[in-house]
């Protein structure tokens, strides 16, 4: 069992995300604490940067340091091979943001199929 501070949620393409200068964000999971997601884009561990949430039409600006960063693979794009980046993020105005995030999470949950 993982030892977390909060609770991961998997995005399953409910959820858009961006990150400032950066391109083709794909959600993986996001949490209170945090948020994982792919990029085609390079980002340096331990730097800052400001990672913005789109839900439903409400957008929210969070301040975030990259904890992980690792190539994953590529992609062909037309007749080019982009990389693939795993990018962890590590929420740092949470206190700010709080509960703008619990709700997306709340709807993210409530949004779960269960299969009987």
């Known amino acids: 069992m993982e030892k977390r501070r909060f609770q991961r949620f998997n ?9 400032v200068l950066s391109s083709d964000v794909e959600l993986q999971d996001i ?5 994982k997601f792919m990029t085609t ?3 340096n561990p331990n730097s800052k940067c400001t990672f913005t949430l789109n ?8 301040n975030a340091t990259v904890v992980r960063s690792m190539l994953k693979g ?3 794009v ?3 091979y982009l ?3 795993e990018v962890a993020l590590e929420f740092t105005n949470i206190e700010d943001i709080k509960d703008d995030l619990e709700t997306i999470i709340q709807e993210l949950v409530s949004e779960k199929i269960t299969i009987q």
């Open 55 to 62: 839900f439903k039409g409400k957008r929210i600006a969070i």
């Open 31 to 35: 949490s209170l604490g945090g948020v």
């Open 41 to 43: 884009k390079r980002m």
């Open 74 to 76: 590529t992609k062909k």
């Open 83 to 85: 990389p693939i980046y």
């Open 78 to 80: 037309d007749n080019d």
């Open 11 to 19: 995005v399953n393409g409910r959820l858009r995300g961006e990150v």
